[in-house]
Antibody
Framework: QVQLVESGGGVVQPGRSLRLSCAASGFTFTSYGMHWVRHVPGKGLEWVALISHDGNSEWYADSVKGRFTISKDSPQNTLYLQMNSLRIEDTAVYYC??????????????WGQGTLVTVSS | DIVMTQSPDSLAVSLGGRATINCKSSQSVLHSSNYKNYLAWYQHKPGQPPKVLIYWASTRGSGVPDRFSGSGSGTDFTLTISRLQAEDVAVYYCHQYFTTPYTFGQGTNLEIK
């Protein structure tokens, strides 16, 4: 079955960098687009980024464009989110998610359990 | 960017009752090539990842009870939860995947009255 396990969260100062990882298993990693979505404590869900199945195309939310980079390491079945110039408002639980298995659409369907990023001085 | 606006922000319904949540998009999410609405609904409980309930505006996700139903087209959508159960307490979000940047509504907090 599909399994997505995020790691790399923690406490970081404003302006610093952090890289999140998402280890994927139970499906053919190279066949699926992958998302990062975040949940700000006490607030709502925010879509962050999407990468195509082959890793050749990327899309970002306006709030992170130019600071965050999504990437895939297909041999390692791992999704990454490189977060630079972090801001206090980036504090959130970050989820990785894959597109649905048998639906020709790109919405986040299968989700990991999330990893908490806290940006604080 | 497409802005998704949900109403109400919070809702209290009696056990066994019906909950109705509305979602309005700032532009149509109906694709002219396949006449599908690129609209999904999610349920989010504390400490858990979100779960997709509905996609294509009205198609139930795998294993989702038929008490959950979605309707609407273009810019106006509704999630209806019938025969409300205690386990339905959660925050519900609409989500458009019509065009990037994808966006979510602000969420509707559903409680038991």
């Amino acid at each position: 079955q599909v399994q997505l396990v995020e790691s790399g969260g923690g406490v970081v100062q404003p302006g610093r960098s952090l890289r999140l990882s998402c280890a994927a298993s139970g499906f053919t990693f190279t066949s699926y687009g992958m998302h990062w979505v975040r949940h700000v404590p006490g607030k709502g869900l925010e879509w962050v980024a999407l990468i195509s199945h082959d890793g050749n195309s990327e899309w970002y939310a306006d709030s992170v464009k130019g600071r965050f980079t999504i990437s895939k390491d297909s041999p390692q079945n791992t999704l990454y989110l490189q977060m630079n110039s972090l801001r206090i408002e980036d504090t959130a639980v970050y989820y990785c998610a894959k597109k649905p298995t048998s639906v020709d659409a790109m919405f986040p369907a299968d989700w990991g359990q999330g990893t908490l990023v806290t940006v604080s001085s | 960017d497409i802005v998704m606006t949900q109403s109400p922000d919070s809702l209290a319904v009696s056990l066994g009752g019906r909950a109705t949540i509305n979602c309005k998009s700032s532009q149509s999410v109906l694709h002219s090539s396949n006449y599908k609405n690129y609209l999904a609904w999610y349920q989010h409980k504390p400490g858990q990842p979100p779960k997709v309930l509905i996609y294509w505006a009205s198609t139930r996700g795998s294993g989702v009870p038929d008490r959950f139903s979605g309707s609407g087209s273009g810019t106006d959508f509704t999630l209806t939860i019938s025969r409300l159960q205690a386990e339905d307490v959660a925050v519900y979000y609409c989500h458009q995947y019509f065009t990037t940047p994808y966006t979510f509504g602000q969420g509707t907090n559903l409680e038991i009255k």
